[in-house]
Protein backbone atom coordinates (compact mmCIF):
# COMPACT_ATOMS: atom_id res chain seq x y z
CA UNK A 1 0.00 0.00 0.00
CA UNK A 2 1.20 3.26 -0.71
CA UNK A 3 1.75 5.69 1.88
CA UNK A 4 2.71 9.62 1.74
CA UNK A 5 3.28 11.36 4.74
CA UNK A 6 4.19 15.15 4.05
CA UNK A 7 5.69 17.35 7.18
CA UNK A 8 7.28 20.49 7.73
CA UNK A 9 4.22 23.15 7.03
CA UNK A 10 3.83 26.34 9.45
CA UNK A 11 3.58 29.78 9.98
CA UNK A 12 5.94 32.38 8.33
CA UNK A 13 5.92 36.07 7.86
CA UNK A 14 6.40 37.26 3.68
CA UNK A 15 9.90 36.58 3.04
CA UNK A 16 10.58 33.47 5.02
CA UNK A 17 11.38 30.29 4.11
CA UNK A 18 10.31 26.62 4.22
CA UNK A 19 11.04 23.19 3.69
CA UNK A 20 8.15 20.50 3.24
CA UNK A 21 8.96 16.78 2.93
CA UNK A 22 6.70 13.72 2.22
CA UNK A 23 8.09 10.44 3.31
CA UNK A 24 7.32 8.01 0.61
CA UNK A 25 6.75 4.46 1.40
CA UNK A 26 5.48 1.13 -0.10
CA UNK A 27 5.97 2.61 -3.85
CA UNK A 28 8.34 0.31 -5.38
CA UNK A 29 8.02 1.19 -9.35
CA UNK A 30 11.20 2.69 -10.91
CA UNK A 31 8.67 5.31 -12.54
CA UNK A 32 7.33 8.26 -11.27
CA UNK A 33 6.31 11.53 -11.52
CA UNK A 34 6.32 13.16 -8.06
CA UNK A 35 4.63 15.88 -7.05
CA UNK A 36 3.66 18.82 -4.90
CA UNK A 37 0.04 20.26 -5.00
CA UNK A 38 -1.94 23.22 -3.02
CA UNK A 39 -5.54 24.16 -2.33
CA UNK A 40 -5.98 27.72 -0.89
CA UNK A 41 -9.32 28.41 0.91
CA UNK A 42 -12.04 28.56 -1.48
CA UNK A 43 -10.26 27.90 -4.00
CA UNK A 44 -9.66 24.75 -6.63
CA UNK A 45 -6.30 22.31 -6.05
CA UNK A 46 -3.41 23.77 -8.21
CA UNK A 47 -0.24 22.23 -9.28
CA UNK A 48 2.93 23.57 -8.02
CA UNK A 49 5.76 21.76 -8.82
CA UNK A 50 6.63 17.81 -10.11
CA UNK A 51 9.70 16.08 -10.55
CA UNK A 52 10.08 12.75 -13.01
CA UNK A 53 11.95 9.40 -13.14
CA UNK A 54 14.72 11.64 -15.30
CA UNK A 55 15.00 13.95 -12.42
CA UNK A 56 13.19 16.60 -15.06
CA UNK A 57 11.63 19.58 -12.74
CA UNK A 58 8.81 21.68 -13.94
CA UNK A 59 7.02 24.55 -11.86
CA UNK A 60 4.21 26.51 -11.60
CA UNK A 61 5.07 30.12 -13.15
CA UNK A 62 4.50 32.12 -9.93
CA UNK A 63 6.51 29.58 -7.81
CA UNK A 64 9.48 29.37 -10.55
CA UNK A 65 12.90 31.07 -8.93
CA UNK A 66 11.74 30.60 -5.26
CA UNK A 67 10.21 27.22 -4.86
CA UNK A 68 12.83 23.90 -5.23
CA UNK A 69 11.87 20.79 -5.82
CA UNK A 70 13.85 17.69 -5.13
CA UNK A 71 13.87 13.94 -4.39
CA UNK A 72 16.25 11.89 -1.96
CA UNK A 73 16.13 8.53 -3.76
CA UNK A 74 18.22 6.88 -1.15
CA UNK A 75 15.59 8.10 1.52
CA UNK A 76 12.19 7.71 -0.76
CA UNK A 77 11.78 11.28 0.62
CA UNK A 78 10.50 14.44 -1.56
CA UNK A 79 11.21 18.08 -0.61
CA UNK A 80 9.73 21.17 -1.74
CA UNK A 81 12.15 24.05 -0.36
CA UNK A 82 10.30 27.19 -0.93
CA UNK A 83 11.89 30.86 -0.79
CA UNK A 84 10.42 34.68 -0.73
CA UNK A 85 7.06 33.72 0.70
CA UNK A 86 4.36 35.52 0.05
CA UNK A 87 1.04 35.72 1.87
CA UNK A 88 -0.41 34.35 -1.65
CA UNK A 89 1.49 31.06 -0.95
CA UNK A 90 -0.63 30.27 2.23
CA UNK A 91 -2.58 26.59 1.38
CA UNK A 92 -2.75 23.25 2.40
CA UNK A 93 0.50 21.33 0.33
CA UNK A 94 -0.41 18.03 -0.59
CA UNK A 95 2.26 15.52 -1.82
CA UNK A 96 1.50 13.14 -4.64
CA UNK A 97 2.83 10.17 -6.88
CA UNK A 98 1.92 8.98 -10.14
CA UNK A 99 2.71 5.73 -11.82
CA UNK A 100 4.40 7.24 -14.76
CA UNK A 101 8.00 7.58 -16.37
CA UNK A 102 7.69 11.18 -17.14
CA UNK A 103 5.28 14.08 -15.61
CA UNK A 104 2.16 15.35 -18.43
CA UNK A 105 -0.05 17.05 -16.33
CA UNK A 106 -2.51 14.11 -15.44
CA UNK A 107 -3.87 13.84 -12.25
CA UNK A 108 -1.40 11.64 -9.82
CA UNK A 109 -2.45 8.49 -8.74
CA UNK A 110 -1.50 9.02 -4.70
CA UNK A 111 -2.08 12.13 -2.62
CA UNK A 112 -0.60 12.49 0.80
CA UNK A 113 -2.88 13.83 3.50
CA UNK A 114 -1.30 17.81 3.41
CA UNK A 115 0.33 20.10 5.53
CA UNK A 116 -0.66 24.51 6.00
CA UNK A 117 1.47 26.64 5.06
CA UNK A 118 0.44 29.71 6.64
CA UNK A 119 2.30 33.01 5.27
CA UNK A 120 1.52 36.41 6.68
CA UNK A 121 2.47 40.09 5.34
Known amino acids: QVQLAESGGGSVQAGGSLRLSCVIS????????MGWFRQAPGKSREWVASIDTESTTTYKDSVKGRFTIAKDNAKNILYLQMNSLKPEDTAMYYCTVEAIFRCVGSWPDYWGQGTQVTVSS
Open 26 to 33: GYTNSHFC
